[in-house]
């Protein structure tokens, strides 16, 4: 065991190599990618463009600190307003998911003079002390409190509750469309739109954490763009996205609306913006909109659902958009996991105890959703003789 299995349960397969959907291992045994390792490889695995790309800005320029321009990242901040919901033309580049969220709670703060926090329950924001308060699950947090102390947190989806707990003082609502890591549990209709109702009436900053469900996983772009999360769609003041955004190399941003970057207060990172990472999220950018990824997840995604439902195997619920799925089963999601991956090659993850969390990248095809079912049917499903 490395020094790394203090905090990382190791998984018994040595990956070498990937391509496309598949992963390698180190006895040359392939499995299929419906994990993507939380969504972080949405082009697939070393897409040609993407690599191509790091190896051009490697040779040319590793690193220079982030107030001197570079072609790479200005083209970067470019791609990513045109690409954002709305106006949201303001960009803050950074190394991670929860520095995005930070970065986010912090300008909410500064902008608009408020202190508390509104987060909803089952949330995950991240791991570092600020975007842990606004997580839910208490398991992260004991060891490590106190966190920020003025966080509230409502119920997910309960648009009452959300009203009740917002006033002059909150600096910002966060919440992710589609919750990942609590579960895959969908916003309900007109969730969002109420949170950008409530918190426009009471100049609260609304931030959307679309750091798993963004970059077309949902089968939109954004997933607060999606009308079975958004109906018509709803921008927030402040979107973050990381995980996927420059193909696995480690990258957040958070967007901001120009009157929450007007006073967004002094902030900063040494590596924000590196070029060698902006060049993959460029080509990563490029390639979701060249190769239609966003058209291809809500294609492959409504496919494998319609599959599940028609299959034998034994569901409790399948819920999700695009290829952002949860599967919800009767056995413990770690021993269907574990079965998926030693006697079928197929990687996936858990969200909880119960669901089975499938974030593929998004050049999946319909035949890898068959593969994937016909496994779930030969191990749930019951058999002959368990039946008579
Ligand atoms: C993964 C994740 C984060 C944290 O991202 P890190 O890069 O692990 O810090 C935050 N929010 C959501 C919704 C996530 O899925």
């Known amino acids: 065991m490395s020094e790394y299995s203090f905090v990382f349960s190791e998984k018994p397969i040595t990956i070498e190599s990937g391509e496309g959907v598949t992963l390698t291992s180190e006895d040359g045994t392939d499995y299929l990618d419906f994990g993507a390792s939380y969504a972080c490889t949405p082009t697939g695995h070393c897409h040609p463009q993407v690599v191509e ?6 040779a040319e320029l590793l690193f220079v600190q982030a107030s001197y321009p570079v ?18 033309e303001n960009v803050w ?8 969220n930070e970065a986010a709670l912090k300008f909410a703060r500064s902008a608009t003079g408020g202190t508390k926090l509104v987060a909803a329950t089952r949330a995950f924001h991240g791991r570092t002390a600020g975007t842990l308060s606004a997580t839910w699950k208490p398991k992260y947090k004991k060891p490590f409190e106190p966190l920020l102390e003025d966080v ?9 509750e959300l009203e009740a707990a917002v006033d002059d003082d909150t600096a910002a609502v966060i919440l992710e469309p589609i919750q990942g890591e609590g579960g895959i549990n969908p916003a309900p209709a007109g969730y969002l739109a109420a949170a950008r109702e409530i918190t426009a009436d009471t100049n609260t900053a609304l931030i959307f954490d679309e750091i798993q469900t963004g970059l077309g996983r949902t089968g939109t772009t954004w997933a607060c763009q999606n ?4 109906g018509d769609g709803v921008t927030p003041d402040i979107l973050t996205t990381a995980k996927g955004l420059a193909s696995g190399l480690p990258l957040g941003a958070t967007l901001c609306a120009d009157w929450i970057a007007e006073e967004a207060g002094p902030h900063g990172s040494t590596f924000s913006g590196n070029p060698v990472v902006c060049a993959a999220a460029n080509a990563t950018i490029d390639v979701l909109v060249d190769e239609q990824l966003a058209g291809n997840a809500a294609d492959v995604g409504d496919y494998l659902q319609a599959e599940l439902e028609a299959s034998d195997v034994p569901l409790r619920d399948v819920r999700g958009e695009g290829l952002m799925v949860g599967i919800e089963v009767k056995r413990g999601a770690n021993r269907v996991l574990r079965d998926l991956a030693l006697e079928h090659q197929i990687l996936a ?12 990248p998004l050049v999946l095809e319909r035949k890898h959703a068959d593969e994937l079912v016909a496994a779930l049917e030969s191990i749930l499903a019951p058999t002959e003789a368990s039946q008579s």
Do not use: M, W
């Open 152 to 160: 509230e947190f409502v119920t997910y989806g309960d648009s009452d």
């Open 227 to 230: 009308e079975g999360i958004a």
């Open 53 to 58: 790309a790091v190896k051009e800005q490697a």
């Open 93 to 100: 580049l950074c190394n991670s998911g929860t520095e995005a």
């Open 71 to 88: 072609k790479a990242r200005t083209d970067l901040h470019t791609r990513l307003a045109a690409l954002a919901p709305g106006v949201l």
């Open 349 to 360: 993850l858990p969200a909880g105890r119960t669901v089975v969390r499938l974030l593929p």
